[in-house]
């Protein structure tokens, strides 16, 4: 799964986006499963006051303290889910998203160990659940949504995964990484028809 990544994100250049907006990370985590890898997600606390009971990669705010933004993703990842960050081998940045709440957030790709255990945080995390990606790349979507970020919209697919929803900025990460680590071509910059 590390060689996959390594290999297809190598020459990627992500696109940054040049905003004055307060930052934060994600990680997306691939488990290291090299015949099933999996995607873990979270589904937020319904006490949060951002993105209350949705579904979302663990992550969040940058503290002064985080020399960068790398750093940001992995200490919000381990005080989420429990992962340690030496647990986690970050492989590359993913595009920059500006969330509807105007924060910039730089997802990171990083490969887990399948079999590590992983506990929710109950201040910030209801639930922790994990999906195959080659589920996703039957493009199986419950519908599309028009999301208009900045001055664009997007048409961006929403999965059902049991009972979560996997939906917004959480869908248009997870595209971009289909996109470009598998050559999915889910179109989102075109309604579907």
């Known amino acids: 799964m590390q060689k996959l990544l390594s290999e297809k994100l190598a020459n990627h250049a992500p696109r940054q986006l040049t905003l004055d907006f307060p930052e934060a990370a994600v990680l997306v985590p691939i488990t290291n499963n090299p015949d099933n890898p999996e995607m873990v997600f979270t589904l937020r606390s319904s006490r949060l006051s951002m993105h209350r009971g949705q579904v979302a990669f663990p992550g969040g705010m940058r503290d002064k303290e985080d020399e960068s933004l790398k750093v940001t993703a992995l200490r919000e990842t381990h005080e989420e889910i429990g992962l340690p960050p030496d647990q986690v081998q970050v492989i590359a940045p993913l595009s920059q998203v500006m969330s509807l709440h105007r924060i910039l957030v730089t997802p990171y790709v990083g490969v887990i160990p399948e079999d590590h255990p992983l ?10 659940f994990r999906v195959p990606i080659s589920y996703f790349l039957e493009d199986r979507r419950e519908r599309t949504d028009a999301l208009s970020y ?44």
């Open 150 to 193: 900045i001055d664009n919209t997007f048409y961006v697919p929403c999965y059902r995964w049991e009972d979560y929803q996997i939906w917004g900025m959480s869908a248009l990460l997870l595209v971009d990484f289909l996109n470009t680590v598998y050559d999915a071509n889910i179109d989102i910059l075109e309604p579907p028809r």
């Open 119 to 128: 506990e929710a945080n109950p201040d910030e995390i209801e639930s922790i």
